[in-house]
Structure formats: C-alpha cells, structure tokens
C-alpha cells in the first residue's frame, strides 16, 4: 500500500468511519463496528469510494428503515458489523450482500462503474427482505 493508498485508509478511519457510526447511532440508538478488508483493496481509485458506494448508501438504508419501529428493532438486534470487502475481478457479477452471526457483509467492485455496487434502494430492499 502506497503513501496515497495509506492517506485515504486513515481518512476513511478517523472521518468517515467515525462519522457513520455517529450518524447510525442518532438513527438506531446503537452503534455497529465497521471493519474493512484492506487486503481486497489495490488502490486509492477504489479507496476513495468507501464513503459513497458503501457508508452513505447503508446509512440511507438505515435511515428510512428505522422510520418503522420494528425494522429498527431487528437492524440494532441483528447487525453488530457492516463488513466492506473490495471485489476486483466481475465485481458486476459477483457483487453480493448478506447477514450472517451479527455482520451485514457488503461485497462489491469499488472501483468499478455503477452496476459494481448496490444502490441505497437495493440495499434497503435487501435489508427488508433478509432481517
């Protein structure tokens, strides 16, 4: 990992990340881990994506779920961790989400066009439907 590669991870950690998990705990009343596999990353053009494509897209998510009670409930019950993985090979093919053991697992091509990654729609369906 390069010196740019390094400066968008600690942006990442120390902003963005710390600023999703004030945002969701002002929506849920809780506050769930995020853990990033960096490994999965090759470069700051997919770094840099972390913020749009994953932590405000989920926080949207949130938001409008947690408008229903019950939603709320099952979110804060069943989600302790969003769990960010890179994928760099058919990231439009491959792209996939899942709940598994307390983590909301988001699997997506960062650094690919848009139909690499869910949009906010697509990830509050897949909440509705999974929880």
Not at 24 to 36: D, T
Not at 41 to 46: K, M, P, V, Y
Not at 99 to 116: R, S, Y
Request: charged share 30%.
């Amino acid at each position: 990992m390069g010196l740019k590669e390094k400066q968008w991870k600690r942006s990442i950690e120390e902003q963005y990340v710390t600023e999703f998990k004030q945002d969701v705990k002002a929506i849920l009343g809780a506050e769930p881990e995020v853990s990033v596999d960096w490994d999965s990353f090759a470069s700051a053009d997919e770094i840099m994506y972390i913020p749009t494509y994953a932590l405000d897209r989920v926080k949207s998510a949130f938001r409008v779920l947690a408008e229903d009670q019950d939603a709320k409930e099952e979110i804060v019950a069943q989600i302790k961790t969003l769990q960010l993985n890179n994928l760099a090979d058919n990231a439009e093919e491959n792209k996939a989400m899942r709940i598994a053991d307390g983590v909301f697992t988001l699997e997506v091509g960062f650094g690919g066009n848009h139909a690499c990654v869910f949009n906010d729609l697509a990830i509050r369906e897949f909440l509705e439907n999974n929880l």
